[in-house]
């Protein structure tokens, strides 16, 4: 959650910087947001946000986070994240990005994405509590030997 607000005072903050974007290039930018579903993405993630505020202080009333919600501009934190998308990538590469996503393969990369990171994210807290284990077992087997140790 912390690093979250980070990210989002620090895309505020990239925001407020000059940068002159051609209007071709913005439109790529733009269309990319839209193919990619960044609005409903981010809707999403307020409503994680949110529920994440709600968990840790219950004491606020329902109807505040309503209200809250309601206040809270999507369309402020995209137009935030377009420096970011001029900064890391050419007109071509906003061109070709698009025309992929606009295939096929590319919809049904858009439309299983979400599925793959949740099922990717659950695979690693698995393999990740795995190899913790495995550390813990080898530190406590590590230790039990130097206890066996003869003293020099």
């Known amino acids: 959650m912390k690093s979250f607000v980070v990210l989002v005072l620090l895309l505020a903050f990239t925001s407020l910087q000059a940068t002159e974007i051609s209007p ?8 990319l947001l839209k193919l990619t579903n960044m609005e409903n993405i981010m809707s999403q993630m307020l409503d994680q946000i949110i529920g994440g505020f709600k968990t840790q202080i219950p004491d606020i009333p329902a109807d505040y986070w309503e209200t809250f919600k309601k206040n809270v501009d999507v369309h402020e934190f995209m137009e935030a994240m377009v420096p970011l998308y001029d900064k890391y990538y050419t007109l ?6 698009n025309a992929f996503y ?3 393969s590319g919809q049904k ?9 949740q099922e990717s994210m659950k695979l690693g807290q698995e ?14 087997q590590k230790q039990r030997d130097k206890k066996k140790e003869p003293k020099a």
């Open 24 to 31: 071709e290039k913005r439109q790529e930018i733009n269309r």
């Open 92 to 97: 071509e590469d906003l061109k070709a990005v």
């Open 102 to 104: 606009e295939t096929p």
């Open 109 to 117: 990369i858009l439309k299983t994405m979400p599925q793959l990171l």
């Open 127 to 140: 393999w990740g509590a795995r190899i913790g284990q495995k550390a813990i077992l080898e530190i406590e």
